[in-house]
Structures are given as C-alpha cells and as structure tokens.
C-alpha cells in the first residue's frame, strides 16, 4: 500500500515515510492510495472473531507487507492490550467504552500503535528516535504511556507550567525511562511553538532525528477503525439486527474519520453522526456547505475545544469535497457546556452511567436524532474520574477513581523545567 499528500495525490510514499513523516511536505495529510475492502464471509463470521483478530484482519492490508505478516500480528496483540466493550445505557442507545487502557482514554489505541509502528521502522538503526510533543493534557499522557520503554525511542513532552490537571500532568512526569517531561514556563501555545521552532532548527536536525507525534499521523488514525469492527461484532454478536449508526465526541475528527475508513472498507453502517461543544466548525459546515474556521472556545469537554479541525481535509478527500456525499451520511450536533452538564446528570439519575463530558455530546446527539429502525453506540472517549471537576459537582458525589488511574497518582512526579525559549531545548536535546 501507498500513501499520498491530500495536497498531491500523484505523488506517494511508502508507509514508513508517511509514518515517519507524519504530516506531508507540502503541508498535506497522507491518506491510504485506495481503501480496501474486506471480503463479504469474513464480514458474516465478524461475531467470532477476538479484538486482536479483527484488529489484524482489518489494518492487514495497511501495514503489510510494509511489516512482515507475523510481525504486525504480534505487534497487534500486544497494542491492544485491554478491552473495548459495547455496554447498554438505555434503550437502543449503548456505549463503546474506550476508556479502559492505561490513561482511561481512547487515544491509548492510537498512542500504543504508533509507538509499536515506529518502533518496527527503527529497529536495526542505531540513530535514536526523538519523539517532541506539546501538550495540553490528554495527547501528552497517551504518548508518553504509548511509548514507555520501547526499545529505540525516547519521548520528550512539553506542557505548560501550573495549566494541567493534576490527574493528566501526573499520567507522564511519574514514568521516567524514556519519557522526560519538560515544565516549561509558559503557555500551551508556546510549548508548541517551542516544538515547531525544533523542527525548523537544521543544526538540531542534523544532530538528532527529531519525530512528532502527532494525532495527524496515520500510524495513529488507522488502527482506531478497529474498535468500530468490534463494535459491530458485539452487536452482531448480541442479536441486534436493527441499523447501525455510530455517534463520535469530535475535536479535531481524527475518530470519526477512523470510522469513515471502516465503513467504507464494508462495515455495515448506515450513518454517523458527529457530536461537537459550541466549537461547531463542522455542524455547520453541514448546514450551510461553508468551512469557516474560528478561534476556539473554552469549553467542559476541553479536548474537543478546537476551531479548525486538522482531519476535515480527509473528510473532504474521502467524499470528493462534494457536500452532497457528506451530508447522506454524516449528521452534526453541538452542545453549550450547560447542555452537556444536564445530560450528565440525568443519565446518572436516570439510567445509572455516568458519562464524561465528551460522551455526554455524543449520547445526547444519539437521544435527539436516533430512529425506530436504528440502533446507536456512541463513543465513551474518556472515563469520567479523569474529569472530576466537572463531573463531581454535578452528579453531587466522588467518581471512583480506577487503580491503574490512582497508581499513577501515588507516583513521584519527575521533570525538568525551563523557560519558553526554543534556544535552552535546543542546548537541552543536543547536550542530552
Ligand atoms: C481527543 C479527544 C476527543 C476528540 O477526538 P478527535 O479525534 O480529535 O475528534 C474527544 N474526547 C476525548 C476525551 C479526547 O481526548
């Protein structure tokens, strides 16, 4: 399988420069040269297969012979370490939980397979990679965690003094080995400012083999189509034969373009529906057929607080821009942070779950939009301790805190800090 830029589709690459490249050098995203499709008994015989089966049966055509067969099916199994089960909130509408790998969020699957991925294109070279990334919680523990101790790979993670949460901060600074966390004395902005000046610097790049880690990056995107096969094949399995329509909390709508390339490989979906905060850019884009990206707006489900979503263009490349072809399939929703809290609360009274904030848009939306003949999963993108602030006050109680969550609280934070100046990471890395 080849790669193209969406910015020029002649031109390909191989699956190790997409993903060692992540984004294109004329500023594209790459996308598979054709979407393959999986055969119809395989499909039929969905329900008996493992998580890992269906992760190796779907993501195959992808990555190999690119990664020799055995390889990938190991590397596969060892990814998907923990489960993703579909579990009923109410009525026809259920929840894919996506939080149960090791920082109870569904940027776990992308974060491990990315890292077992370059990790395979490094093997048997003895220049390190260097992992920069900036963040603002979420993508700096799912890295960080994604990446711990694999061989050739060490992780640099910048994030902004005193503007964590202390639950996301204590998920990288307490793992050591090959993960540094880097306070730095500033603001997001300028943590990713630092990362992108390190990139630019040719002296460190000559020096150092510099990587970003990127939620862009494919080796990241793919394998979450996987867990909307599994969806499917618990459902299947548990006897639901109504229509299948899949509901995705959406930021930068990397997941549910992961579910696009599923269905478009043959898994019976009828529709999707994308769930935003008031950072609507892509409902919209659905109503009126224009793209107007905006600055974007605080909100209480913060991960998807973004006002120019990086994975529209594959949106676009998947449906030929024709905003006809979007618009069959896919529908959109937004909710202001009141909406969000009321419907965390009622289905706690009412149906004994309690969401997080970002799955809260996204079961709402199934509530307001599902019909007779369909059946809705939407998908849990986070569990609700990592979110206690918000969610507390609400349900009016604690939020049990799982233990692989309170092992990372009890750990001793270890970093390093420096001043938002791209000059001190540079003499950092290159005297490391
Ligand atoms: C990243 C994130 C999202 C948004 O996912 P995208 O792929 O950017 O659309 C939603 N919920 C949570 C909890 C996240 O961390």
Not at 23 to 36: K, R, S, T, V
Not at 81 to 109: N, Q, R
Not at 185 to 209: H, I, P, S, W, Y
Not at 235 to 240: L, P
Request: net charge negative.
């Amino acid at each position: 399988m080849k790669f193209y830029s969406t910015n020029s589709p002649s031109v390909k690459v191989s699956l190790k420069e997409a993903v060692l490249k992540g984004l294109a050098a004329d500023n594209g995203l790459y996308m598979p040269e054709y979407i393959p499709v999986i055969d119809p008994e395989t499909m039929d015989n969905i329900e008996n297969m493992t998580l890992s089966e269906i992760g190796f049966m779907a993501l195959k055509p992808f990555f190999c012979p690119d990664i020799p067969e055995d390889d990938f099916k190991a590397l596969v199994e060892d990814a998907l370490s923990f489960e993703m089960p579909t579990v009923k909130v109410c009525g026809d509408i259920y929840s894919l939980e996506l939080w149960h790998g090791p920082t109870l969020a569904f940027k776990d699957v992308g974060g491990r397979f990315m890292a077992r991925i370059l990790s395979h294109f490094v093997k048997g070279q003895d220049k390190e990679i260097n992992i920069l990334v900036a963040t603002s919680g979420d993508t700096g523990s799912a890295v960080a965690n994604g990446f711990y101790k694999v061989p050739g790979i060490k992780v640099f993670v910048l994030y902004p003094k005193g503007l964590v949460s202390e639950v996301q901060e204590k998920q990288f600074t307490t793992l050591g080995e090959n993960i540094t966390s880097i306070e730095v004395e500033g603001t997001f902005d300028d943590c990713q400012r630092m990362v992108k000046q390190a990139f630019l610097d040719k002296e460190l790049n000559e020096a150092l083999t510099l990587t970003s880690a990127n939620s862009i990056n494919l080796a990241r995107l793919l394998p979450q189509s996987i867990y909307y096969h599994h969806a499917y094949a618990q459902m299947k399995k548990a006897g639901n034969t109504k229509d299948l329509v899949f509901c995705v909390p959406s930021g930068n709508f990397g997941n549910i373009t992961a579910g696009l390339v599923a269905q478009t490989m043959g898994l019976p979906v009828k529709r999707f529906i994308a769930a935003t905060n008031i950072n609507d850019i892509v409902p919209q884009y659905l109503e009126s057929g224009e793209y107007k990206p905006a600055p974007s707006k605080a909100t209480i489900a913060n991960a998807m607080d973004v006002g120019d979503p990086s994975n529209f263009v594959r949106i676009m490349d998947l449906y030929d821009s024709e905003h006809k072809k979007v618009t069959a399939n896919l529908t959109g929703y937004s909710f202001t942070d009141e909406e969000i809290r009321e419907t965390v609360k009622r289905v706690d009274v009412d149906n004994k779950y309690i969401l997080d904030p970002h799955g809260a848009t996204g079961f709402k939306a199934l509530e307001n939009d599902l019909e007779e003949t369909e059946v809705g999963v939407f998908l849990e993108t986070a569990h609700p301790a990592k979110f206690p602030e918000v969610v507390e006050p609400v349900i009016g109680r604690k939020v049990e805190v799982p233990t692989r969550l309170q092992a990372f609280m009890n750990g001793e934070a270890k970093n390093i800090s420096m001043k938002a100046d791209m000059q001190e990471l540079k003499k950092y890395l290159m005297n490391k």
